[in-house]
């Protein structure tokens, strides 16, 4: 195993890179600033990878942190306000410019690429880990898309990957900044795998053991180090918060959302409640259309709407205003408008997303996708489940399944992996029922 710093002096160990065998490492290794991204680690980072792309002697590149809280906090936003502060809006969108070409490689490398997300993961981290086939939470993972209580939106194409949870969940975490814990960050979507801390040397010992790796075979290598999910805690938001989520964040208009949740008298809509009134009003308008927008569009396309929106924000109010009194005074933001009633969505639509802006994004790559070509690695999405509910899949053949069947049968398909029977009974409870006179205790899907 070999070690090696990138950079220049005084910056040269934000980033490490580590030789193991076949396993080319990139280790984030800014531990006082909970690894937050910057500029200098994004150039780093990105040569990196279009080398190791091409080398027939890397065979598997593997994300990780030093170690502490934090696997990556965010991105380094406090330089960029300052800069568009000052007036030097081309410098403050260079860090974004860059860090979406990063992360749309990642999301289109063909060389095995896993991401450990030890520790907090937020903004800038969400975008190294969550394009990527193998994303492993632990119990240490904390993950969250809090740019709405910024004053910013979600991107690193948050407008992909969050419609593409299921039903509407990532409008729910988009919106809200909800954040989610642990074996939480796996049952969402959000990760592919969930692992104990303890057990990743041992995974990345065993990943540096294969000859010939193939997504398939480094799939079943992650899987043999998988909690064991009946020991861990029930998804916090399957049952009726998810039921409860879906029915209040299906609209398109954040007035309609407000007025549902403000309906529900329970435990999540008092919280959810508070979450949406923390927030910038303008941030939540500007993302609900940014989220249903993402959802026909390709990853490349999300990356270049959030880049021409970004330069929105960076002449706007509220993202200054919410970086500073987030991180800096520590006080609570004085959004401008502070109210939602105050911000017409055809203002918004004219402003952020019709109007043109200066510069254009140029990705590294023009391979692009509207479906994550890995997602069998993930657990199977309720679109899945409805498919074989409804005989739609093609290999369920012409009877109806009764739910062992339904179990059994996502089971053979993903190979015994970790969390699947939890997460297809708790999806089969809230949208089927059972055929009534039916011996073979069929199920129905509820619509």
């Not at 480094?218 to 064991?228: L, M, R, W």
Request: net charge negative; glycine share 8%; charged share 30%.
């Amino acid at each position: 195993m070999s070690t090696s710093a990138n950079g220049t002096a005084g910056i040269q160990e934000e980033i490490l890179t580590v030789k193991n065998v076949g396993v080319r490492e990139i280790v984030l290794n800014r531990p006082k600033k909970l690894n937050a991204l910057n500029l200098n680690m994004v150039e780093l980072i990105t040569p990196e990878l279009q080398a190791w792309e091409k080398s027939d002697l890397a065979k598997i590149i593997l994300l990780k942190s030093c170690g502490g809280k934090g696997f990556c906090a965010g991105g380094d936003v406090k330089t960029v306000v300052d800069l568009a502060a000052e007036g030097k809006y081309e410098e403050a969108i260079k860090f974004f410019e860059t860090e979406y070409k990063l992360d749309h490689l990642i999301g289109n490398l063909e060389k095995p690429y896993v991401s450990i997300m030890d520790g907090i993961t937020m903004g800038g981290g969400v975008g190294l880990s969550v394009h990527a086939p193998f994303r492993i939470a632990t119990e240490k993972t904390l993950f969250a898309m809090p740019e709405t209580g910024i004053g910013f939106l979600p991107d690193v194409a948050g407008s992909f990957f969050l419609p593409r949870l299921d039903g509407q969940l990532g409008i729910y975490l988009g919106l809200t900044g909800k954040r989610l814990k642990g074996s939480d960050v796996f049952y969402s979507g959000v990760a592919t795998h969930y692992i104990p801390s303890s057990r990743l040397p041992a995974l990345e010992a065993r990943l540096s053991e294969i000859d010939n790796p193939t997504h398939d075979i480094i799939n079943t290598a992650i899987e043999e180090f998988s909690a064991e999910m009946d020991q861990e805690l029930e998804f916090s938001l399957g049952g009726d918060v998810r039921a409860d989520i879906d029915r209040c964040f299906k609209f398109d208009t954040v007035e309609e959302i407000f007025a549902a949740v403000e309906k529900e008298d329970s435990e999540w809509g008092k919280e959810t409640l508070k979450l949406l009134k923390a927030v910038s009003p303008t941030s939540l308008k500007i993302t609900l259309q940014q989220l249903r927008t993402g959802a026909t569009l390709t990853l490349g396309q999300c990356f270049k709407m959030e880049y021409h929106l970004v330069q929105k924000f960076l002449r706007g109010h509220d993202f200054a205003e919410g970086v500073n009194s987030t991180l800096v005074t520590r006080t609570k933001p004085n959004w401008e408008p502070s109210a939602i009633t105050d911000i017409k969505f055809d203002k918004i639509k004219e402003e952020y997303f019709d109007s043109p802006s200066p510069e254009r994004l140029e990705l590294l790559t023009t391979k692009d996708y509207k479906q994550y070509p890995h997602r069998k690695y993930m657990l199977p999405s309720e679109d899945d489940v409805k498919r074989v509910v409804t005989g739609e899949a093609a290999d369920v053949g012409n009877y109806a399944l009764s739910r062992e069947e339904v179990v059994q049968y996502f089971l053979r398909d993903r190979n015994g992996k970790q969390g699947v029977k939890n997460k297809v009974l708790d999806v089969l409870e809230r949208k089927t029922h059972i055929l009534e006179n039916d011996e073979t205790k069929s199920l129905k899907w509820v619509y």
